[in-house]
């Protein structure tokens, strides 16, 4: 065997051993891609399945009952308050 041969097969060989870390690496990249790819894909899914799970007719029929309680509320306190100003104005100090 000639020594450019000789050469020739080295340097294969060390291009071999670097080309197949680069892949090694190259794998291992897109698995980590792939990992948090899938892990997105699973949170967006549960928080998308929970939101529709949560919000039925039930849920709105009673969050509009609260704001109509609450509308009710505010308005009975606001006109008690309308009459103690007005009685506060007639009487008188003396």
Avoid: K, Y
């Avoid at 291992?28 to 699973?42: N, T």
């Avoid at 969050?63 to 104005?89: L, S």
Wanted: aromatic content about 8%; glycine content about 10%.
């Amino acid at each position: 065997m000639s020594r450019a041969a000789g050469r020739a097969g080295n340097g294969a060989a060390a291009c071999w051993r670097t080309c197949r870390s680069v892949d090694g690496m190259t794998a291992v990249l897109v698995s980590v891609a792939v990992f948090v790819v899938l892990l997105i894909a699973v949170f967006v899914f549960v928080g998308w399945r929970d939101r529709n799970r949560l919000s039925s007719p039930e849920d709105s029929a009673a969050a509009r009952d609260a704001r109509a309680a609450q509308e009710r509320h505010a308005a009975e306190r606001h006109g008690v308050q309308g009459e103690v100003w007005r009685r506060g104005q007639n009487s008188s100090g003396f």
